[in-house]
């Protein structure tokens, strides 16, 4: 039987939760699920990654993964950067 690199990867995922790392970190697709729809994607956090401005992240082998711990910090850390991802437009003042 031959298995294709997708039911590879899903079964490898599948696994990796039940470890006790599984229990400490999550990857990016885990911590993607952990979020509201819509709120988060594994794009935007590769994004965050490149600009050095999102949650703390460490590889193991190839895969990025975040501390549990680390990330609900870097929630309450920027708690209303969440909740308000456009910038704030100041009113210019008249001379």
Same mark, same amino acid.
């Not at 729809?37 to 935007?44: C, E, H, I, M, T």
């Not at 501390?67 to 910090?73: G, K, L, Q, T």
């Given at each position: 039987?031959?298995?294709?690199?997708?039911?590879?990867?899903?079964?490898?995922?599948?696994?990796?939760?039940?470890?006790?790392?599984?229990?400490?970190?999550?990857?990016?697709?885990?911590?993607?699920?952990?979020?509201?729809?819509? &709120?988060?994607?594994?794009? +935007?956090?590769?994004?965050?990654?490149?600009? =050095?401005?999102? #949650?703390?992240?460490?590889?193991?082998? !190839?895969?990025?993964?975040?501390?549990?711990?680390? &990330?609900?910090?870097?929630? +309450?850390?920027?708690?209303?950067?969440?909740? =308000?991802?456009? #910038?704030?437009?100041?009113?210019?003042? !008249?001379?």
């Amino acid at each position: 039987m031959v298995q294709t690199a997708a039911a590879t990867k899903a079964t490898q995922s599948a696994s990796y939760s039940e470890t006790p790392l599984g229990k400490l970190f999550l990857t990016e697709a885990q911590l993607v699920k952990e979020f509201p729809p819509g &709120v988060l994607s594994v794009r +935007k956090l590769r994004y965050w990654r490149a600009m =050095r401005i999102g #949650p703390p992240w460490s590889r193991l082998g !190839r895969t990025i993964v975040y501390e549990r711990e680390a &990330v609900a910090d870097w929630i +309450k850390r920027n708690q209303l950067n969440l909740q =308000r991802e456009q #910038p704030l437009i100041r009113k210019r003042r !008249r001379p």
